[in-house]
């Protein structure tokens, strides 16, 4: 209720979770006109000095009004930003300045085309898993053990670490480097543990945690306020996030000592659920038992969000036999690795509507050139999370039909059903537990758009199968006919 006038309609408030901040403010914009708040978050309190008491109140009583609603509108992860901000206003100009940016490609710094140019052999040395070339360049260069060799600020450790395949080559560094270079962070904050959580590399975790004698990036956050821990949950990784709960004791203990006041407790709790890493939100729900009290309302609605967890919502598993790529195409993945490996940053190019390299092979179904990029990329869970214009992940392209002359390659619409279904599981294996559930501008899950971009192909294959069964049954007959007379 604003102004004494209730509305008929409960309206929905749009969640901004740090992506698409343009769309994310025209919706809210929007919102606030229809409730008559927008010139207080956008201007701010006029001069009490002007104003009567009734309405200096109902002055105080709107920017109350538009700063909950700010509140609301903010996932867990982004809160924290605000939490701070005493009006609507200063809320509101707070992410304006940490999200807005500019939505057209900027020009990289100087520095860093000359940081990736000089150190593009190492990088490539890295990818190919080549540790006499990795060792060879280090001694050769003084600096390459902290230097900058991606865009994203990345070192040499990052990148191996990511790579999750090239741990002889993460050894070698974590051993060769100092504590003070193994701690360095990228652009986006993560130190190399992080890397590691996100990537679900516990081998490399565990070398680096010997290396780091007194545990201090365990709890070391990025720009987004996640810690190891945090990620590692965030990423569905599972055996990570086991392993690193055992070593953030300190950070849970104060997070249940303070009762979770950054909500960054419920927010772990929130994503063990997601996940359906059940047995580890309730060992910590055992642990500290007084983050159910806490955060109990919101927990109970992630649940509700996994009727799979529950025996009346589970679904028979569909079985799926490993299909051999039926793509014939050739020298596709070869002009691929050449040019990622020539220019490692041509992964992030998009097009007009922000389909990277990603997306692109998976809306083309060019699985081998997929393959190869999952493989080789060593931010492949960065790609991952991205998202186009219209607010689809990788799961939303997933899901719709793959291009006919892709289709045609599989012969019945029985068998293509099957590999399309075989082909959205497996990259719903590899994407972030929570996307499997996200939805797009339209309100669409990814469930959603392959159910209807798949809806004509289950008819078809229920009527191929009825044609195969009744050719089965006359073979069947004739055969029995002929061995009768014989």
Known sequence: MVNGKSNSVALLVPIFTGEKYHFWSIKMKTYFLSQNLWKIVNEGPE????LSEFELQQQQQNDAAALFILQQALDDYIFSRISEAKTAKDAWQILKAEFQGNSETLPLPEQDIKNCKKYLPLYNAILEGDLLSVQQLCDEDK??????????????????????????????LVNKMSMDQVSLKNKEGNTVLSVAAMAGNLQAANMIMRKDEHQSLIEVENNFDGIPLIEA????????????????????EYATATRFEDNSGGYLLSLLIIAGFYDLALEL?????????????SLLTEITRK??????GRRRNIKLRQYVNVSKELGVCEIVKEIIKSFPDAIWFTNEKKHNIFHLTIINRQEKVFNLIFKISSHKHLLLMSRDVYGNNVLHFVGLLAP???????????????HELQWFKEIENIVQPAY?????FNGETPAMIFTEAHRELVKEGRDWMKVVANSCSLAAALIATIVSEC
């Open 47 to 50: 001069n009490t000095s002007t």
């Open 143 to 172: 600096d390459a053990l902290e230097a900058r060799i991606t865009v994203n600020w990345d070192t040499a450790l990052h990148v191996a670490v990511g790579t999750a395949n090239a741990n002889h080559i993460v050894e070698y």
């Open 233 to 252: 949950a965030r990423h569905g990784q599972k055996k990570m996030t086991e392993s690193l709960m055992q070593f953030s004791k300190s950070y849970l």
């Open 285 to 297: 729900l055992r642990r500290h038992k007084r983050l159910g009290i806490y955060v109990g309302e």
């Open 307 to 312: 009727p799979s967890a529950f025996p009346s």
């Open 404 to 418: 006919e002359n892709q289709l045609n390659l599989i012969p019945g619409a029985a068998l293509q059903m099957q």
């Open 436 to 440: 499997k559930v996200d939805k797009n």
